[in-house]
């Protein structure tokens, strides 16, 4: 038998009025985490557990603070850290986060230091997936979106993602082009978009997948690190750029855009990287944007193209 769900701490799902709709995402990871990087050595540390569910707790409160509750979890499993931020004291600060209106999403990291990845094998997706959903659900607690490790997604996650009723994905960075990591973003738009059954091919003349796709903010000059709302990767005022560049383009085609941030709680013990993510987040609704969670962004695209069927 399942607990029952715990109680939302925020009733309102109606997304503001905005130029910008934006879904702090938060990966709960840890450092150091590299392998792809032949200049670090493929490292990858052990997770440092106690520590993570101090600094997610930490951020937690931040965001409640900052952001009304309105933001998503991406807890890592991989290859290297299958279920260790998917038990114990962990999902405590997972219904803790659920309470205030957060919301929890399955994030797979499949890769092999130095050898490759496994997003494309569908036995094995299918199976991670089943796990992180069934370890949350037995925590009380429905995932409502999935997310891939570096941005990996493969045609068939379409099909896996609606067979276990997660209709969210927060897997792309419009632009980018990584055969070798299933990360294959070129045919992507800027803004959250229901997924074709093919996300590499033009949606033109394609049936819609009932997968909602939101995408990380980005300046739509690629997806290098300066392209996008990657916090750590960037800085305030590159930041800044990008988030006038997506303000723009709300203007422009005169519909809101709907996109994530991203920051990671293992730079909570960097005063510097903490700090850029506190006033960035100060930043979001005092120039155009609203903080919303996944399920409120899609209801809010939703909503909208029925007001203008
Ligand atoms: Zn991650």
Request: hydrophobic share 35%; net charge negative.
């Amino acid at each position: 038998m399942r607990p029952r769900e715990p109680e939302s701490g925020s009733t309102e799902t109606t997304a503001p009025a905005a130029e910008i709709l934006l879904v702090p995402l938060i990966d709960v990871n840890w450092l150091v985490y590299a392998p792809f990087d032949p200049a670090r050595g493929y490292r990858v540390d052990p997770p440092d557990v106690a520590k993570s569910i101090g600094e997610t707790r930490a951020l937690c409160r931040r965001l409640r603070e900052q952001a009304g509750g309105r933001y998503i979890l991406t807890p890592h499993s991989g290859t290297y850290c299958r279920s260790e931020y998917y038990e114990g004291e962990m999902l405590e600060v997972y219904r803790e986060a659920v309470a205030d209106g957060a919301e929890l999403c399955v994030h797979l990291h499949e890769e092999i230091k130095g050898a490759g990845t496994r997003y494309g094998e569908p036995d094995h997706m299918a199976a991670m997936v089943q796990d992180c959903k069934n370890r949350l659900e037995d925590a009380g607690i429905s995932p409502v979106a999935y997310r891939g490790g570096h941005y990996a997604y493969a045609p068939f996650m379409n099909r896996l993602l609606e067979n276990n009723d997660i209709l969210i994905d927060c897997s792309c960075a419009p632009g980018m082009d990584y055969p070798d990591r299933e990360a294959i973003w070129t045919e992507a738009e800027l803004s959250a978009f229901y997924l074709p059954e093919n996300p590499r091919r033009p949606s033109t003349g394609q049936a819609r997948s009932r997968v909602f796709e939101i995408p990380i903010g980005s300046d739509g000059g690629g997806s290098a690190y300066a392209n996008i709302l990657h916090v750590e990767q960037s800085d305030l005022d590159n930041l800044k750029r990008v988030w006038a560049a997506i303000r723009e383009r709300a203007k422009r085609v005169e519909r809101p855009q709907i996109v994530h941030s991203l920051f990671h709680t293992g730079s909570m013990g960097q005063p510097e990287l903490a700090e850029r993510f506190r006033r960035f987040l100060e930043f979001v609704p005092e120039h155009g944007g609203a903080f919303v969670t996944t399920v409120m962004a899609k209801a809010a695209y939703d909503h909208a193209v029925e007001a203008r069927v």
